[in-house]
């Protein structure tokens, strides 16, 4: 149903303790925004890029199908970059905008791949459980799993809401359309607090009593791939700082 | 039996090579062929994950295939706009679970939903609607809130807004699952009577007794592809029903079995009342003298 | 509206994070009281996040023809307050970055901010607004999901503009360039949502009573709600 | 049969007297009497809205009666945190939407969530589940989210999560719904396994013919009261099952009739298969030169 979200559960990395794959993606992340963007937006983003279709086996059809939205967020936010206003001529075009803009894109596209390099090898499953070691309080990180589970279940009530809306012809018009989503967005909402009430029973059934504690798959820290993923963001910055350095 | 198909006719909707997957690399329909023609009963079994539900949505346009052709009175469906409206005025589908199509708050908006949106006029709305709830006995239910039903008049508030689109051909997703027999003989009935009134009905079940009583033919969808044949046909044969991890139908199996030992006689039953009717017969036929005492002892 | 991945500078993706962590540290708070004293409210945020994820990926026709989704947020926060939102609206803005890459870790705080922050505080003091000055229920629900969509757009272009100031103008000519160019879409998007939300209200108002005055959106009476709600539904059609 | 209770034995769960009504005036149960022994199997049959679903939610404690006493090993109930806890870790309970049970976002997770509410120490919890996860055959799902499983393994989890919880009494609500065949027959071997482990089963369905072959008692829910009988004995009284809603089974009532005609011998079967072998048995003894010859016809 979420594309990337599958891909996450079968992707080749998906046996690694989720910290590992965090430090070597977050880091970077990090490394993405937080570096010059010249040259290091494509030091970054090469890295990922590598990363990604090596050794995380990632397809290029499952990238391309996962970026092309954001990408285009990231396209028409630079757009307005490549032009002033408001000066004596009103509008214009700015040719530092053009730099700016292309900055821009190019950070933005690296930090891009590492949020995929994390998030297609990184299922939520992983994650969720182990955010209370984070610090974040056991009741947001339980409500936090719920959310996730029941996200699913909804998207699939919607999917199936919609399809038999269609078939009595819902959306034939904006009127009939508007119609048919307010019913979707009903029906949602009385499904939500359905599935709460009804989860809420099963669970009570199974010994619920106010803590929805589960016991998490172990899953060993690799220390060869904690090192490496060290070694390539020591190694990223390194590189940068000295091309800039080289560069001035 | 009365739904047989003259080979010539053009099949109302028909499936010409169809593939689809939802993951590449993953097909679950690999070259599927069908034809549903005018007054037709089609049962399609197959196992879980088989591909019954993904056919039926194929069917109805709410997927694209990948490849292959889906025809409406033998003219290739277009996916726009204009040739999903066509379809969709033809054929219907009610899926499995009622929830995922009733979202109106009572039951007379909702099976008035798609009469409205065909733009039409309050009275023939009303009719329509008055029509629908009529076939499916619930009237008395027109301003019942609809997440207050039970299961059963919910799977029938489902279907009375499917046939107020008045469709030729009516698609039903599992229709007498979490039914009780009594449910079953009720939903079975009003198909029947769509059936004379000239509706093509195609119903997916795991009941193989259910598709050997009640259609004409069965589409069996296992591993990408549908195997069409003639009830009695599909269901004598023991590979393919292996192959769909179903087992046979126990009235014919039965009949077939008896048939063997000699003493039955008759057209092959297709209900077990008729078999049992066919056993009877036989019973009183031979041995007349022991038809009433051995009543008592079944229980025994 | 969401600002991509890596979009903003580094000082600026940490200042709106901070700006936005009061709020959202408040909101667990209030959450993690509620749940201490109704533990079995844990289901029914898990819900109202669920819910407040899928309604922003609801598809609403839009006047280019593509399709584009509302925010949700001023529904959520009617529903859910404000407070409540702003952690759920985190969440969601979380599991939106990492399963959809919409959005982004290092501007999950300006996003925050503007979506889970703003939006549904301005949405809700409108709604309480009207609601206390006697307006109807359609019209303070129509301006309070308009109005926290185009706040959510209004509060997006300002951290466009604050950290791409325009080369002439400044960050204020900079803030119009940006919010003229997003207002294409947004402002018809923002009063679709309007109505949207509106009639939602008024379908829940029949089938669920229960739940809404269980949330505070419509007190003691269902009949006298409902019969405003059949007047927007006039406004609406 | 392997189940039948010694009449003197205390039951592990019993039901005396129960009332309850989810609307004044309207009671689902009224008197209701039923007793789950240890090692038993039993059946729950009865029409769309009689009762099965709630009878079961009163027995796990999710409601509270109106009146009347469960027992637990013969003494009451209270429907206190403490009691319910006590209940909880007897007798689970495996709902029909596996939808409502699984929370968590992978299947190890959720099979671990009761577990670890009892307290128990990590490898004993790890121990339970893979336990558990073993008994239902799927050990190779633990690392997969909950969200990308089929129906029949979503209710292999849910299964699996009541299982790690070690209760001594299993109930479940139409297991068999929306399995195709084969399903179906993989679970009863599940269940099988467990009655063999010592464990006392209940589940209810629609399916006169797997109440018959799986039970070894069946308790009809209807008009308010529990209506406790023998398989044998429940399955020929014809009122009963009329009031209920219910049709026969078909082996038994297949070869009471053929019984009746003269020929078949041994003992009343069991499954489908069973009196298929009896017919073929009989052929084979009375007839045995069209044996072989017979069986081309029967698809014919
Ligand atoms: N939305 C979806 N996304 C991805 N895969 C899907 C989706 N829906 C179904 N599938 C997969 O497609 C295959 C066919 O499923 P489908 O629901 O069509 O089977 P079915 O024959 O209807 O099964 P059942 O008897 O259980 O209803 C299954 O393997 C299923 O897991
Ligand atoms: N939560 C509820 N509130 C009010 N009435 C209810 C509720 N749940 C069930 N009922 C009613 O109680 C009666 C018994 O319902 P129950 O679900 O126990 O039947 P069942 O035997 O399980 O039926 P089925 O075979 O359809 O599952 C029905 O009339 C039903 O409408
Ligand atoms: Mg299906
Ligand atoms: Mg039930």
Redesign the interface.
């Known amino acids: 149903m979420l594309p990337l979200d599958t891909i996450a559960y079968t992707n080749r990395w998906r046996p690694r303790h989720p910290g590992e794959k965090a430090l070597l993606s977050l880091g970077l992340l990090v490394c993405a925004v937080a570096l010059p963007v010249w040259p290091g937006a494509l030091v970054v983003g090469a890295v990922a890029t590598v990363i990604l279709f090596g050794p995380a086996g990632l397809s290029v059809g499952q990238a391309a199908h996962a970026l092309r939205v954001p990408l285009g967020f990231v396209v028409a936010g630079s757009l307005p970059l490549l032009f002033a206003v408001g000066g004596s001529t009103g509008v214009r075009i700015d040719l530092h905008g053009l730099t700016l803009a292309a900055q821009l894109a190019g950070r933005s596209t690296a930090a891009l791949l590492c949020l995929l390099l994390f998030a297609a090898t990184t299922p939520l499953a992983d994650v969720l459980p182990r955010l209370a070691n984070l610090g974040v309080p056991p009741a947001v990180t339980e409500i936090t799993a719920l959310m996730y589970r029941m996200l699913f279940l909804l998207l699939d009530t919607v999917r199936a809401i919609r399809e038999a809306q269609a078939s009595r012809l819902g959306f034939r018009n904006w009127s009939t359309s508007y119609r048919s989503l307010a019913g979707q967005g009903a029906a949602v909402f009385v499904r939500a607090f359905d599935r709460a009430r009804r989860m809420d029973e099963g669970l009570a059934l199974r010994g619920y009593t106010g803590s929805l504690r589960v016991d998490v798959e172990s899953r060993p820290v690799s220390r060869s791939f904690v090192l490496l993923s060290a070694a390539v963001l020591v190694a990223v910055v390194t590189v940068t700082l000295t091309i800039r350095l080289a560069l001035q | 039996m009365s739904g047989h198909h003259d080979p010539a006719a053009v099949p109302v909707v028909s499936v010409h090579d169809l593939y689809f997957a939802y ?2 690399g993953r097909p679950v329909l690999a070259g599927a062929e069908l034809a549903l023609y005018a007054r037709h009963r089609l049962a399609v079994l ?5 591909g019954k539900t993904t056919l039926f ?1 194929l069917i ?3 997927l694209k295939p990948d490849a292959g052709e889906i025809r409406l009175d033998g003219r290739p469906l277009r996916h726009t706009r204009k040739g ?2 066509e379809l ?2 033809q054929v ?2 009610v ?1 499995q ?1 009622p ?8 039951v007379y908006q909702d099976v008035s ?2 009469p ?4 039409l006029p309050a009275p023939e709305v009303r009719a329509r609607v008055d029509a629908a709830l009529g076939a499916l006995g619930i009237t008395e239910l027109a301003d019942r ?1 609809t ?1 207050l039903l ?3 008049q919910k799977k029938r508030t489902a279907i009375a ?2 046939i107020a ?1 008045c469709p030729r051909v009516l698609v039903l997703d ?1 229709p007498t ?7 079953v003989e009720a939903l079975l009935a009003t198909l029947h009577d769509l059936h004379v009134a000239g509706t093509t009905l195609v119903i997916s079940t ?1 009941d ?1 007794d259910l598709a050997y009583r009640w259609s004409d033919e069965v589409a069996i969808v296992a591993d990408g592809t549908i195997h069409r044949a003639p009830v ?2 599909a269901l ?2 023991h590979d393919l029903l292996t192959r769909a ?3 046979p139908a ?5 009949h ?8 039955l006689s008759g057209a092959r039953p297709q209900t ?1 009342a008729e ?2 009717a066919l ?2 017969t ?2 009183r036929t ?2 007349p003298s ?2 009433h005492t ?2 008592a ?4 | 509206m969401h600002i991509a991945e890596g979009y903003l500078p580094p000082l600026h993706a940490a200042a709106w994070t901070v700006a936005a962590a009061p709020f959202v540290v408040h909101g667990c708070r209030a959450l993690v009281r509620q749940v201490r004293t109704d533990p079995e409210s844990k289901l029914l945020l898990g819900a109202a996040g669920a819910f407040s994820f899928v309604l922003s990926a609801l598809k609403l026709p839009s006047v280019t023809g593509s399709c584009s989704h509302p925010t949700g947020t001023g529904l959520g926060a009617i529903l859910f307050k404000p407070p409540i939102m702003s952690v759920l609206g985190c969440i969601v803005l979380f599991f939106q970055a990492v399963i959809l890459a919409h959005g982004g870790l290092t501007t999950l705080g300006a996003n925050t901010f503007s979506m889970a922050i703003v939006g549904p505080w301005v949405g809700y003091g409108i709604y309480a607004l009207i609601r206390k000055l006697g307006g109807g229920l359609g019209v303070a629900v129509f301006l309070a999901a308009a109005l926290a969509d185009l706040s959510t757009y209004c509060v997006t272009s300002i951290q466009l503009a604050l950290a791409f100031p325009d080369a002439d103008s400044g960050v204020f000519g900079a803030a119009v360039k940006f919010g003229s160019i997003f207002a294409i879409t947004q402002v018809p998007l923002a009063i679709s949502e309007g109505f949207l939300t509106v009639l939602v209200i008024r379908l829940l108002i029949k089938a669920s009573p229960g739940e809404l005055s269980r949330l505070g959106v419509v007190r003691d009476s269902v009949r006298r709600s409902g019969a405003s709600a059949a007047s927007v539904g006039e406004v609406a059609a």
Request: aromatic content about 6%; charged content about 15%; hydrophobic content about 40%.
């Open positions: 993951e590449p197959g196992p879980n994950g088989g949505r109805v346009g709410a999903l409206l969709r005025q219907q589908l899926v679970d929830d995922d199509q009733l979202f109106a708050a009572s939903f798609g409205v949106n065909l733009g809130p997440h039970s299961f059963g807004g499917a689109m599992e699952a979490g039914l009780d027999p009594v449910g795991h193989v009695d046909v004598a044969d991890r179903l087992g126990w009235a014919p199996t039965v077939t079995l008896l048939e063997r030992r000699g003493g077990a078999l049992y056993l009877d036989a019973t031979i041995q022991s038809h051995g009543g002892g079944a229980g025994a």
